[in-house]
């Protein structure tokens, strides 16, 4: 139901006591929920992804040199990192690279998002790059939710808040388009339309100029290990400075602390993701807009608390829990990915 008011509920002094204030956000969140809890939104093909596929890989190779994803994000830097680079076009509904405004407002990709989510208001949100070199395998897993009020929360705590399945209330609906620019070896996109229960579907190389539009946020997927088996690095054979930059000759080149490796055009995986905001209607973009329903990091404590006293689990006391390191530990320890593969070493997302 839309336009409706949060409730607060009266304490015994005619004031809602902080508790009280924190159930009915949550039963108010839930009545405006803007998305269903499971995946309803379809995968939807383009083929072609770019009207000019040259001109995007032109600018792929303009925009390096590239840091890794994990230094990009701040992830924690455990050693274990893998030669998986990232930079954004855009993001925060701004492009940052002159040039990719086409890119960003692709007209493909927003009629392929509303009809895969069924909406009619589409904004553009973030595009970005990521380039693979050979590698192992990456996890099953969803992508960095988008919750409302939670924009600037750290990547740890994004990546538990949609582990622990706590907080659809505040999910906004995220169209991702994947399109890809690989000719080389393995590097297959698996994917779970039906759930991690039912059978997988895999996008083989060679791709080129194709893309999928798919609900990632909602739908676990992964990318396979990339390259000849020999030539795959493992974790931690690279440090956190690594650069990958553009080479003279058409091909890639490694910079981690003054060494050089060379990579061929058809070693690096190119994949262009876009996310857009997929409202049904503008009432529903309004009701985003209008932040009466956001999330912040007293009530998500508190969300979290709860579950872990129902599990009996001891929280530690937090004044802040962004930053508080016990909190951090004990969530980190408790949230993690419901869906692990069996038979295949990965890395970590
Ligand atoms: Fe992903």
């Known amino acids: 139901m839309r336009g409706v008011t949060p409730r607060l509920m009266a304490g015994a002094c005619g004031m809602a006591t902080t508790k009280e204030k924190s159930m009915a956000q949550v039963a108010f969140a839930e009545e405006a929920k803007l998305r269903p809890d499971v995946m309803l939104a379809k995968p939807v093909w383009l083929d072609p992804a770019f009207e000019d596929p040259d001109a995007v890989v032109d600018l792929v190779r303009a925009s390096a040199p ?14 274990q990192d893998v030669p998986f680079f990232r930079i954004f076009w855009a993001h925060t509904r701004q492009v940052r690279v002159p040039g990719a405004e086409p890119y960003f407002y692709n007209e493909r990709f927003m009629e392929a998002a509303k009809e895969s989510f069924g909406a009619t208001v589409i904004i553009p949100s973030a595009i970005m790059i990521n380039i693979s070199t ?9 992508d960095l939710p988008y919750f409302r009020g939670a924009e600037k929360f750290p990547f740890w705590l994004l990546k538990c808040m949609g582990n622990s399945d706590l907080f659809h209330p505040w999910a ?11 000719r080389g070896e393995a590097g297959d996109f698996e994917y779970w339309p039906e759930g991690p229960d039912a059978p997988s579907k895999l996008v083989q190389a060679p791709l080129w ?3 999928i539009v798919s609900d990632n946020e909602y739908m676990w997927h992964r990318v396979g290990a990339v390259g000849p088996e020999a030539e795959r690095k493992q974790p931690g054979e690279i440090t956190r ?4 930059h553009a080479s003279d000759d058409g091909g890639w080149e490694m910079h981690d602390q003054g060494k ?16 857009a905001y997929a409202f049904a209607d503008e009432a529903a973009e309004a009701e985003y807009r209008n932040h009466e329903n956001d999330l912040n990091p007293r009530l ?5 608390r ?44």
């Open 209 to 211: 100029n194709v893309g």
């Open 306 to 349: 709860k579950d872990l006293d129902r599990q009996g689990i001891a929280a530690p006391a937090s004044d802040d829990p962004v930053t508080d390191p016990a909190w951090k530990t004990t969530i980190q320890k408790n949230y993690e990915p419901k869906f692990q593969l069996q038979n295949e070493a990965t890395y970590k997302y």
């Open 172 to 182: 906004v609906p995220i169209a991702s388009t994947l399109s890809w620019f690989y």
């Open 241 to 244: 400075e690594v650069r990958l």
């Open 134 to 142: 050979p590698t192992i395998g990456g996890p099953p897993h969803r």
């Open 66 to 79: 590239y840091p890794l994803s994990a230094r990009v994000h701040k992830r924690d830097d455990n050693g």
């Open 260 to 275: 050089v490796e060379k990579f061929p055009a058809d070693k690096a995986r190119i994949s262009i993701l876009w996310k």
């Open 300 to 304: 998500v404590a508190e969300i979290f």
